[in-house]
Each structure stands twice: as C-alpha cells, then as structure tokens.
Nanobody, 115 residues
C-alpha cells in the first residue's frame, strides 16, 4: 500500500518562504523520478518540480530560481523549499512519482500567499 503525506503548508506574505515535506511509505520511492505538483482553485494539477534518484532536478519556468526540490532516499522523504513566494503560488501542493501513481495521491498541503 502506498501512502503519501504532505505537510508544511500555511499562510505567508508575498516574498516569504515555506518548506514542504512529503513522507512516503510503500514502494513509490523506488521510482527514479519523484515530483511536486500543485493545483490552484479552478485549475488542473500541474507539475512544479522533479528530481531523479541521482539528484538531477527540473523545474517549471515559473518557479525556477525560487524553489528547490530535494529527496532523501534512505528516509523516503521529498522536500520543496519555496522562497520569494508570490500570490500566484497559492495552491494545494502534492507529491507523487513521475508519472504519477493514480491511486497514491495524498491530501496535499495548502499554501496561501497573500499580497
């Protein structure tokens, strides 16, 4: 059974920082690629950042230079350091593999950035 539990979200002013964490159980962390996704109100869920088991990372253009994804393969945890937050970063953030495992989505963690 796969379980993904996201945490670390909250309300922050524009320009602030948050660090999200994802604890994974089951076999999902055997995936070479893990990712953070986000879904804003009324919009589809989009990929934000990915990280390969080797440490190679990729980011969507809107977060490059502001967000940093990391993973601890020994602890089965995924993190997302978010700096210089903007109101448009407001969304529910999720972790999952890439491609996503459909039945593994967790509850996500809400990030709200006020202007």
């Amino acid at each position: 059974q796969v379980e993904l539990v996201e945490s670390g979200g909250g309300l922050v002013q524009a320009g602030g920082s948050l660090r999200l964490s994802c604890a994974a159980s089951g076999s999902i962390f055997r995936n070479d690629l893990m990712a953070w996704y986000r879904q804003a109100p009324g919009k589809q869920r989009d990929m934000v950042a990915t990280i390969h088991r080797s440490g190679t990372t990729n980011y969507t253009d809107s977060v490059k230079g502001r967000f940093t994804i990391s993973r601890d393969n020994a602890k089965n945890t995924l993190s997302l350091q978010m700096n210089s937050l903007k109101p448009e970063d407001t969304a529910v953030y999720y972790c999952n593999a890439l491609p996503a495992v459909a039945w593994a989505w967790g509850q996500g963690t809400q990030v709200t950035v006020s202007s």
